[in-house]
């Protein structure tokens, strides 16, 4: 199984651009790189999900480098309401899928 | 169009009670999962079901059993219920590329 490793926690301000890398050096070959958004008292919500090179969706970029050791959830433009956790899931399709301890995200004014 | 649904959102129990939470979705998915998560912590697998008919172990399965009864439904059922099970239970459902659907979640105290 892809053990993930991210940063504890980060601080940013609004309207900045954040980044945050995921470590994860034992993926697969069949598995995918999914990012997670959780707010207190909810379920974690999708954000993106990748396999390789780049990713872009309405929220967010992901960066996966050639040997998918690691990637990097790009948000851009930050606001008070993206302040969260956010988890990068790494694993087969319908498979055993294990979360990662979490980046827990501050954005502030 | 509901998702995920759990039920029930809020139980107490006694030390040794059992109970079972269910799960139900509505998106014809092949996989489902029971997560736990502890306040503070981050969310660990307890079993999941990658196709009807079939259910594996997670990284935390000690004290729980499921049951995927149909495509739609996933239960998990804890037979004598202990203080460390006190968490919030997720459910969640995939399809083919991976996403998970999550429901609102179970909040289990045990007494």
């Known amino acids: 199984l892809a053990k993930t490793t991210q940063p504890i926690s980060m601080d940013s301000y609004e309207g900045q651009e954040v980044n945050i890398t995921c470590s994860h050096n034992?993926?697969?070959?069949?598995?995918?790189i999914t990012w997670y958004q959780q707010f207190p008292s909810q379920g974690p919500r999708f954000i993106i999900q990748g396999y390789k090179t780049k990713v872009t969706n309405e929220v967010a970029s992901l960066f996966i480098p050639a040997d998918r050791k690691s990637s990097t959830l790009s948000l851009p433009r930050v606001s008070l309401s993206d302040t969260a956790v956010y988890y990068c899931l790494v694993g087969p399709e319908g498979g055993k899928l294990i979360f990662g301890q979490g980046t827990e995200l501050s954005v502030k004014p | 169009n509901a998702g995920v649904t759990q039920t029930p959102k809020f139980q107490v129990l006694k030390t040794g009670q059992s109970m079972t939470l269910q799960c139900a979705q509505d998106?014809?998915?092949?996989?489902m999962y029971w997560y736990r998560q502890d306040p503070g912590m981050g969310l660990r697998l307890i079993y999941y079901s990658a196709s009807e008919g079939t259910t594996d172990k997670g990284e935390v399965p000690n004290g729980y059993n499921v049951s995927r009864l149909n495509k739609r439904e996933f239960s998990l059922r804890l037979e004598s219920a202990a203080p460390s099970q006190t968490s919030v239970y997720f459910c969640?459902?995939?399809?083919?590329?991976?996403?998970?659907?999550f429901g609102s979640g179970t909040q289990l105290s045990v007494l």
């Open positions: 969640a459902s995939s399809e083919a590329g991976g996403e998970l659907f």
């Open positions: 998106m014809n998915h092949n996989s």
């Open positions: 034992n993926i697969a070959t069949n598995d995918y």
